[in-house]
């Protein structure tokens, strides 16, 4: 039987810029990726959410709402701030690199860039994420077995703890019915020696009585 081939990953490219955005479609698809495009970063944002792609090409330079707004927001989102991301942009300004850095974009490619040098580094931050997500995975998974494993010792105490219980009742009992049966043969005892002692007057009534017949 065939091994199932993984999913190709998918990419997210938002760029105002229609002549990039097919150059990079052209680009990752051949490299075998798949490839969404939003054109604006409010419609970024709504696919980000969507698709939850594994990398994003993101364009600094768009009206309305530019790659820094759309940085800002997707790193202030926890069910999307750890998807990689690559910034894209003709703005060569050291301090415009920088800053999409250090607001939390993982590289930064300064266009026009060469297509092989974008599938590169495009498969490395998707490398980047898989690695991540199998962390994630088996920290859960690792996490899961803990919470397992404690449930099964606080079942395995209160077991533990309901035989202690019934041992010390079972021994409570014993050491009751012992009690019982030790003063049971104590009456039976003392009743035994209170007959032989009426029995011994008795007697002794019996050999005295003769001694008294003249009152008769």
């Known amino acids: 039987m065939a091994a199932h081939s993984e999913p190709p990953s998918t990419i997210l490219v938002i760029d105002d810029n229609n002549c990039n955005c097919e150059l990079c479609r052209i680009c990752l698809e051949t490299n075998g990726f798949r490839v969404h495009i939003a054109s604006t970063g409010k419609q970024g944002l709504g696919l980000i959410r969507k698709l939850m792609p594994d990398t994003i090409l993101l364009d600094i330079m768009m009206p309305v709402m530019d790659g820094f707004q759309v940085l800002e927001r997707l790193k202030a989102d926890p069910a999307i701030c750890e998807i990689p991301v690559l910034v894209h942009s003709a703005c060569r300004e050291t301090a415009t690199v920088v ?92 009743s035994e020696q209170a007959r032989q002692l009426i029995n011994e007057i008795a007697d002794l009534s019996r050999q005295r009585l003769p001694e008294y017949d003249f009152l008769n």
């Open 99 to 190: 800053r999409a850095l250090k607001m939390g974009a993982n590289d930064f490619l300064k266009k026009p860039f060469e297509v092989a040098e974008l599938a590169i580094r495009v498969e490395k931050l998707v490398a980047l994420k898989k690695t991540r997500d199998a962390l994630v995975n088996a920290s859960v998974e690792l996490l899961e077995r803990h919470l397992a494993i404690d449930q099964a010792l606080e079942k395995w105490r209160l077991e533990a703890e309901a035989f202690r219980q019934h041992c010390e009742k079972s021994a409570i009992n014993i050491l009751a019915e012992s009690n019982a049966t030790f003063k049971l043969e104590q009456a039976i005892s003392s």
